[in-house]
Nanobody, 124 residues
Framework: QVQLVESGGGLVQAGGSLRLSCAAS????????MGWFRQAPGKDREFVAV????????IYADSVKGRFTISRDNAKNTVDLQMNSLKPEDTAVYYC?????????????????WGQGTQVTVSS
């Protein structure tokens, strides 16, 4: 069993920055793909970013490319999402998710474990 706990959400003005962190426990973290997703009220959960177990491969949603950066520290069992130039449309609950795999995937249904989410609100 893997447990994921997100932190770092909050309220920020448009153009500002936030750094989300996800702490994992329960397994050898380095064998797991880590993804970030978000869900706004009334909308489906959508892919934001994913990072391979080694950190060597990352994929971003077009809507966040160039503004968000995903990174991981396997020694600390953490994965971070640095969010810059935030926009009101980035407002959502952000979730981290994981699955033991050598390949990455952007589909939320592919992931086995999820955190409880952290709220990000961007005011205009």
């Amino acid at each position: 069993q893997v447990q994921l706990v997100e932190s770092g959400g909050g309220l920020v003005q448009a153009g500002g920055s936030l750094r989300l962190s996800c702490a994992a426990s329960g397994r050898t973290f380095s064998n797991y793909v880590m993804g970030w997703f978000r869900q706004a009220p009334g909308k489906d959960r959508e892919f934001v970013a994913v990072i391979s177990w080694s950190g060597g491969r990352t994929i971003y949603a077009d809507s966040v490319k160039g503004r968000f950066t995903i990174s991981r520290d396997n020694a600390k069992n953490t994965v971070d999402l640095q969010m810059n130039s935030l926009k009101p449309e980035d407002t959502a609950v952000y979730y981290c998710a994981t699955r033991r795999s050598a390949v990455v995937n952007t589909a939320p249904e592919w992931y086995d474990y999820w955190g409880q989410g952290t709220q990000v609100t961007v005011s205009s």
